[in-house]
Structure formats: C-alpha cells, structure tokens
C-alpha cells in the first residue's frame, strides 16, 4: 500500500481556485486531497473515485451551492462527512443546515491552518466510526436475513425455491427497468413467502403449482404479507423492505416514495406471473392475462415483455366469470372446480352443448372463476372431423 492510498480522501469545493490551492496546501501533508470548482465537478468526482472521507464546501456557489451539494452528497454517500466553509455574513446559513442534519459542522472564512486540519481530522474520525457501524450493520442485517430464509427453506422447501424464482425474476426487472435499491427489491420479493410457513401444506401446493383455491384458502394466502412483515420489523435497515412487502398485502402502505411504489409493481408483477407459469401458461398467454387486469402495472409488463422476447400477442387472453363465455371462444386454462376436478380441458372451443355442460355443473360444485378465454377462436366444424379426400389418379387418355 503506497502513502498516497494510505492517506484518507478529502475532497474540497469552492468557485474560487486560489481558495482551493490555499486549503489543498494546508492539508495534503496528512491527506489525499481532491478540489473541484463548483458542485457539478464535485459530484462527477465522487462518481469517478468512490466515496471520500470528508467534503468542505464553500457556501454560496453559481447553479448550485453548498448546502444543496451537502444534501446530495448525503443521499448518495451518507457515510461522507460533510462540512460547509463560508463567510460569517453567511453563518446563519450555515447554522440551518447543521441543524436541518446535512451538514456536520462549519468553518468560517477565513480559516486558521490550526482549526482546518483539526476539523478535518474530527470529519475524517467520525466517517471512520460511521463506516465501521454500517460495516457491523450489514453484517449484522445479513446474518438475520440467512437465518430468517433459511428457516423458511427448511420449514418449507417449496416456498424457499418459490421465493427464489419470484426473487430471479424481480432482479432481472429490475435491471431492465433500471431501478435503483435492487437488493432491498430483491429480499422483498423473497420475504414475500415467508408467510408460506402458515399454509397448511395443500394449499401450499396449490400456491407452487398455480393451481386455483377455494376463497377460505385465498385469505390464507392474502395474510402472507402480513406475517412476513412481523418477522421482518425487528431486523434493521429494512424500512423500504417492509413498506414494498405491505404494499403486496390487504393494507397497503400511505403515501409510499416513488420507489417503493415502483418496487411494489414489480414484485406483484413477478408473483402474479409466476403464478401463471406455475399454471403452465405460455409465456404470451400469461403475459395477456396480466395486461387485461384492471390493476395492471404497464411499465412492468412492457420490461416483461422485452426480457421474455414476446413482442406482440397477437390473441388476448380474458378472465371472464362462466355466464360470459361465448360461442367460438378458446379456453385458454382448464375450467376445474375448487375440489380441482378438470370439468373443460385447455385448447378447448367453447360450444353451446360445452355451455349447457358448465350450466349443469354450477348448479352442483362451484367452479374456479375467473376462467381463461381467448376471444375468437375458430368456429367448429364438422368437416374439421372427416378425412381429406384422396386425390384421383389422372385419366390417361388411349391413342
């Protein structure tokens, strides 16, 4: 490790480069020193070379000041220590951004050599102690999370897989879509089977296997979210989490950051089309059957689209209640009864003594609705079923 790397970063800010040199000279003996000439420099910057111990900022900046880099800055990198260097006619300023928490201390112009360095060192001090937390943290928040899924793959191995595929899913979405937070998305969507671990082990085969429940079994299964979120809320750092988690449930969060309603989308996305798969849709069918739902999140769907290769479905699949099945429609999925007895087989043209079948099978056992159709299938008929006729040899003609 050379001195240079050995040293901490520190990135100085200020539209004035005699300043910069000033402050540059007081501080590289102790420091790896940075300087950039307004605040778009200084974040292109720490885009190039990563976090920095600690950024001064000069106050009153064009386009944009100090206090506005500050705040970024503590968005992007919050273990950065951040510290505002101004005039006393702007000291008020900078007491309000202390006190408003972007801002860990400020230096008045001009600057004692003494009080700089000392400044520094404290800013850099703090940043180490705020790494070395976040560092206990997430190894911290990372045991929980693979001692809380790896009860669930040992209490229920088909909810483990079901959770991972969902979570597979989500993450390519994600990076389709270019959504930020993708590992606070991607525990979501797998803390959103933990709640697997009540189902009573048929119906948690129906839920791996698509296959339709009775509605008692569909409030088991609407509960998930809600169990999954009391076993997360006392792990930290998963605030986001627990909100993209209760956005899936029957009491879905206020207000939720743009984010988190984004991340809310993908991951009902990604259940509900693992559903249909686990079904044993095609990819197009499935996709269609999403697009028709009133709640359908579109920017989703059209990233689902691309990431499967399904350009355009030419036949829209429709959930319809039994009485609005029509003459020549398509049954895309099995009509079966909640007992998961198959009444009418998928690829099945919908014909009036089909519809006389159902009519006389509602009034015994209650069927699965909503049942799949492709509207306009090819009419029936009875010529489809006679054989081609045999092509008649020529008829030679004597000479």
Sequence with gaps: MTDTQARPTVLLVDDESTILETLALQL?????????????????????????????????????????????????????????????????????????????????????????????????????????????????????????????????????????????????????????????????????????????????????????????EQVMIDHMPEVAVQLLKNIPMLEDVIQIVLGLSRKPPRNPSPLVEAAIAVVRTAIDYETLESRGLEVDSAIAVLECREDSAMPVLAALRELKGVVHVAEKVRGLRVVDLEVNMRVAEDIVAVNGLVLIGRGMLVTELLLDRLTNFARTIEIVEPVLAIPGGRRFDADMLLPEPEPRPALEVAR
């Design 28 to 216: 590289r003996r102790d420091h790896k020193v940075l300087v950039a000439e307004s605040g778009a420099e200084a974040l292109r910057l720490l885009a190039e070379n990563g976090p920095v111990a600690a950024v001064i900022s000069d106050l009153r900046m064009p386009e944009m000041d100090g206090v506005e880099l500050l705040r970024r800055i503590q968005v992007e990198y919050p273990d950065t220590t951040r510290v505002l260097h101004t005039a006393q006619s702007d000291l008020n300023s900078a007491i309000a951004a202390i006190n408003d928490g972007g801002v860990y201390r400020y230096l008045a112009k001009p600057v004692r050599t003494d009080d700089l360095r000392s400044t520094v060192q404290e800013a850099v001090e703090l940043h180490g102690r705020s790494t070395a937390d976040r560092q206990l943290l997430d190894k911290t928040l990372k045991s929980s999370l693979e001692a809380l899924f790896g009860c669930l793959e040992l209490a229920s191995p088909l909810a483990f897989a079901r959770g991972g595929r969902i979570r597979t899913l989500v993450g390519e979405l994600c990076r389709g879509m270019q959504l930020e937070a993708l590992w606070e998305i991607e525990v979501a969507a797998m803390a959103s089977q933990l709640g697997a671990v009540t189902l009573p082990p048929s119906v948690l085969t129906k839920l791996d296997k698509g296959m339709p429940c009775t509605s008692d």
